[in-house]
């Protein structure tokens, strides 16, 4: 063989040997890869079995709140009249106090004790 050659199959075994160390760590890379794609698939499960759960749990909750205020609807419900009424006498009453004090001030009443 020439020097020649001798040298250029020196550069092409080192080539070859480069292709071999990236295939190499690119092989490593793809196991590595595949071990954080199984590892994050089963967080995700575990992740997504919790996320289900706590989705069927706030429904329930939900309903039983729903249930629960109509329970106090249907409860008010009967005492709206009656604060109506309540409202409507309270709002005399302060009325005629309010009048009954100004009265008082601009002496056009006075009370005898």
Known sequence: MSPEDTTAYDVLLERIETVRDDA???KSSVK???Q??????EEYTRGHVQVESSIE????????NE???????????PLVPTYKVLLWIGGALGTSVLVLIWMLI????QLLF
């Open 57 to 64: 749990r706030a429904h329930e909750r939900i309903d039983e």
């Open 32 to 34: 590595c890869l595949d």
């Open 36 to 41: 954080n794609y199984r590892a994050f698939r």
């Open 67 to 77: 249930e629960a205020i109509g329970n106090l609807r249907k409860a008010v419900e």
């Open 24 to 26: 190499r760590e690119i």
């Open 106 to 109: 601009t002496g056009q009443v």
